[in-house]
């Protein structure tokens, strides 16, 4: 998490935070009562008789926020927010009534820029946790429905994409068949299908598409020019997602060793945050992040830097009679900003050493009586089993040399 | 919080995190039917009929958890945990029904390292935050029990403490009509207030107490050894905090220049953290990180490092038909670490320019057709209210420089 908000706050988003418990009013406004969502709430009655409710995503709340502090917080606002969110739902694999959501918005421009960014600012947090493989997938539901308008069935986008959802489970043949019952002609559902299934570059998807094209490619073309890897970035446009919410450019990002786990980080553009809680008109863009997922994910191909997660590099060991040198070495350590932990016991050697093989710091420091005699201490490296002395003078450059730092 | 959470790693302490809604059962354990906790809780049933409720404190999650998990863990555990709480009470300033808690604790250790770690990392994260001027205040409770004990009233402590609390209040001579009140002769309620009353280094107070201080003055030399400023550490036997729970040393920890905020610290040894979910013995020593309190002082005091606080250092201003240097230049300075915005919209540059002088940027980049034609980019200093160009190859550097990064 603490590398994806650097990355985030890198591209200049800010972070916020708002209430997990909100009048239920607020949080539900625009639900239907007995909608899902409606009956996943944690909703209550507080001790002064008020009507409250755990917040079940960060949306609503973030459009709450803004609504309410637009005057202060100036347009265009980017921001994150990382925040705890509950659904009283049955618990399953990556389902849990109490999770982790991440989101990142840019609010008030409608510039394809800042829909760029959002691509681009997924390829840099994929990376700076060290996913190199993962796929983003973008749309822009528009070029739909420019070719659904041309052949007279634009109300029917809703049930062709749909039906373009199944794809993979029911084949051409079923979807097309799905087209018809939808109302298209045998050559028209067999034109939709073409186009919603043809990916690649941008430039291969959207070349002949007229002018509703244009505007994804200029987003793509901005992800490029702000970094993004051009082969990352494929243009899909049987993209379904949001129906509702989502107005411009969709986008999903899949990894390519773990398709299954679904997409790792989702968004789109939409027109209207806040209608609910302000006439202001505030179009953006947003991104969520799936933690949880990533994590799952990380569990099962395996983290390359699974090795880095050890919070604390450096087990001083105590020996008795010897306290003052090891308050000496572990503030030394700590004032040069190596993450450093002094075992509190007098026990024996090899039980402080058991402990640091478990709890996985990377060296055992030991200054003991001979030690102290030398003016050294002597540097255990637990991964790589040897063991080597270095004078005090000399430890923190021999420290941060074992732990490859700097 | 970012400064403080690096503070905690250096010193060996992993982040956990636990529900923060738990069964109304757990978090209620230890708490009496209509105690002043039972009337705040927020709880209610969820869609499965559980008696659940929202965490009041970090401390009875983090017993339920260590009791839970203490086979895994390992012992020594040391733990970070930031995480909000609820409170049903009436708000007031300081004081909010969500809250954020920050708790530090050591598990499964009597020893006196553990102890003086709480009070180095405590001077060590209040520096991080750029507050240099504050005392931390220790006692040992066994010092003032044994105390007690030699004139046989040894069971009056908990109202000894309260009257002693009393003492910027009411005065000395209240206190000692309190403490003969409590059944100690004038003579016993003089040499109480004596001992209660005299602060200062552990030397002075401590050296001629006898056997019961010697656990304090090695806590307190410890910290020192461990890199505590020994100045700030002042021996005050008067503390009276957490009368139930604290079983040794207690500390507090004051702002000179903003007394009156009350401790922004604060912490102690107890005997037994979790017995009401193990019967495992589990002693430790935890610290508190009055976060709420020290937001309000850095406010009213304003922090030396208000104008570090800018989440965005420079901001990339656009210029018509310019877009792609405009995106060059971003992507550059982001993958050189360099927190940087784009401007999304093709506004005029004034206005561009007042929206960074609101947010706070510190630099505005200029690259229009001049610049390219030049091969330059102009950097507008919008604090110093200077202007000067870089070449491209040598951009970085300069904005860098401006920064005073690395």
Redesign the interface.
């Known amino acids: 998490m603490d590398r994806a908000k650097a990355v985030f ?7 916020i935070d708002t ?3 909100e009048y239920a009013e607020i949080l539900l406004g625009k639900v239907d009562p007995g909608a899902e969502i409606d ?2 709430i ?1 909703r ?5 008789d008020r009507d409250v409710a ?1 917040r079940f995503d960060l949306t609503v709340p973030l459009a709450r926020f803004v609504a309410q502090h637009s005057q202060q917080l ?1 347009i ?1 606002f ?1 921001r994150y927010h990382v925040g ?1 969110v ?1 659904r ?1 739902e049955n618990p399953q694999v990556g389902r849990r ?2 999770f982790t959501q991440c989101d990142l918005d ?1 609010i008030g ?3 394809p ?2 829909d760029a ?1 959002m691509l ?1 600012v997924t390829g ?1 947090v994929l990376r700076a946790l060290d996913v190199e493989r993962f796929v983003i997938r973008v749309s822009d539901r528009r070029i739909l429905s420019a070719a659904l308008a041309k052949v007279g069935v634009e109300h029917e986008a809703p049930s062709v994409l749909r039906a373009l959802d199944k794809l993979s489970k029911i084949g051409a043949d079923g979807v097309a068949r799905e087209l018809v019952t939808s109302g298209l002609s045998s050559a028209d559902a067999e034109a939709v299908l073409r186009l919603c299934s043809t990916r690649g570059s941008a430039a291969e998807v959207l070349g002949g598409l007229g002018p509703e094209a244009d505007g994804l490619g200029e987003v793509v073309a ?1 992800a490029v ?3 993004a890897s051009e082969e990352r970035i494929v243009v899909d446009l049987s993209i379904a997602r949001g129906l509702d919410y989502y107005t411009g450019m969709v986008f999903e990002t899949f990894l390519e060793d773990l398709p299954s786990v679904g997409s790792v980080c989702s968004g789109g553009r939409y027109d209207d945050l806040a209608s609910l809680y302000t006439s202001q008109l505030l179009p953006g863009v947003g991104a969520s992040l799936g933690l949880t997922r990533l994590l799952d994910a990380w569990e099962e191909l395996g983290s390359p830097s699974d090795e880095a997660h050890s ?2 590099d450096v ?1 001083v060991v ?1 020996f008795p009679g010897e ?2 040198s090891a ?2 070495v ?2 030394l350590l ?2 040069h ?10 026990r024996r050697v090899s039980d402080q050493l058991r ?1 640091a093989q ?2 996985g710091h990377r060296l055992a420091l030991l200054c003991g009586e001979d030690e102290r005699a030398a003016g050294v201490v002597t540097i255990k490296d637990l991964r790589e089993r040897v063991e080597t002395t270095a004078l005090l003078a000399e430890l923190v450059a021999a420290v941060k040399g074992a732990l490859d730092l700097e």
Not at 9 to 15: A, E, T
């Open positions: 706050r890198r591209y200049g988003f800010s972070p209430p997990a418990l009956r996943q944690y209550f009655r507080d001790q002064g755990l100036g265009p980017k705890t509950w009283g009534r109490e840019t421009t409608t510039s820029i800042a960014e681009a840099d901005a020019g702000l970094g919070a604390t087990l105590r306290t003052e308050l000496r572990t503030a700590r004032s900003a190596v993450a450093t932990e002094l075992y509190p016991d007098e402990y478990r709890r």
